[in-house]
């Protein structure tokens, strides 16, 4: 624990000369008194730290004691600091790694570009989660990618959510976890699952939300890291993955009447993916400028939810339960609306 703070208070020193006790003191979160008890110990280890008094004093180290990146450009080190995402990093539990790591890429860089690549993280910042959604790192998160990070197979139990109202139940997998994915606030893991355990087939990959991950424990008799597939891109595979996962969901077809203002609201109240597919198969507008579509959507309860946003410049036409569903919905909404409250009588 001392010897990070040492390293960490030598570079603070090196990337930002003439910082006082006090200033160190807040930034490593020990008393000042620590503080120069830290220098006396990184003095008699050899390193040249030696404090000042006056306007221009504070700690600093001896005159070209540094290691210089002479060769990053202004916008290569702009770019370096914008790699780091805060919420990420926190919630893989590597926020204390990640400070470390940019302290010693600011202490070896010169003054010149040290103002540039800081002036990157003052303009921009990754806000990941979704509007209106409270952030929460699972729980099991961390553990996971550690696990991750030194190939080991694990095996997991995953609550898999239940279909049409049915509680969700439990199943035990085991996995070669290769990487993590953070898609708008939620974390997923990607992983491999070992040809021995899908009923003599080879392989396959699989998703899963690391949310729904309830345990994780080492897998049986895995000793040793599994060999990773060299050829294996987490990006690329995500990337072809998403599209196909996000169709999958929508396993229903409800057929819609639009006006010209429901159609062009439609994208933001349900799956845009959804949306391009009934346009492509979509009929001309009507007399009335209307159109007709087939909506792939996840479920009728979704629908029902996601459609009602649309008020009156939607109708549905199929199928007849959903339409009676809006039906009595509509109802409901002309007995509380079509007379004026008590208090206005």
């Not at 649309?310 to 549905?316: I, K, P, R, Y």
């Amino acid at each position: 624990m001392r010897a990070a703070r040492l390293i960490r208070m030598a570079l603070l020193v090196q990337s930002s000369p003439g910082l006082t006790a006090v200033a160190l003191a807040r930034e490593l979160d020990v008393s000042r008194r620590t503080v120069i008890r830290d220098a006396q110990a990184l003095q008699e280890a050899g390193v040249p730290i030696r404090s000042e008094r006056g306007r221009a004093g504070g700690y600093h180290l001896a005159p070209g004691h540094r290691t210089r990146l002479t060769t990053l450009h202004t916008t290569e080190a702009e770019t370096l600091y914008l790699s780091g995402l805060p919420t990420a990093l926190s919630d893989l539990g590597l926020s204390g790694a990640a400070d470390t790591a940019r302290l010693k890429l600011s202490a070896t860089l010169l003054p010149s570009l040290r103002a540039a690549a800081e002036s990157s993280v003052r303009r921009f910042h990754l806000d990941a989660p979704a509007w209106f959604r409270e952030p929460s790192a699972p729980e099991l998160l961390p553990e996971l990618a550690r696990a991750v990070w030194s190939d080991r197979t694990v095996e997991l139990d995953y609550a898999r959510p239940g279909r049409d109202g049915s509680p969700s139940r439990t199943v035990t997998r085991l996995l070669e976890p290769y990487g993590l994915v953070l898609k708008a606030g939620v974390w997923y893991v990607v992983g491999h699952v070992p040809a021995e355990r899908t009923t003599g087939r080879d392989g396959a990959w699989r998703t899963y939300r690391v949310d729904r991950v309830t345990a994780l424990r080492p897998a049986p008799g895995a000793d040793e890291p599994f060999v990773r597939a060299p050829s294996f891109d987490l990006a690329a595979h995500w990337r072809d993955q998403a599209a196909g996962f996000a169709r999958a969901l929508l396993r229903e077809t409800v057929t819609v009447r639009l006006t010209e203002c429901g159609l062009r609201r439609l994208p933001s109240v349900v799956d845009p993916a959804g949306v391009a597919e009934a346009l492509a198969s979509a009929a001309a507008p009507d007399a009335a400028g209307q159109v007709t579509l087939d909506l792939p959507v996840e479920s009728q309860d979704v629908a029902f939810g996601q459609l009602t946003g649309l008020g009156a410049d939607v109708e549905v036409l199929a199928p007849a339960g959903l339409r009676a569903r809006f039906r009595e919905h509509a109802r409901a909404l002309a007995a509380v609306y079509g007379a004026e409250p008590e208090d206005q009588r």
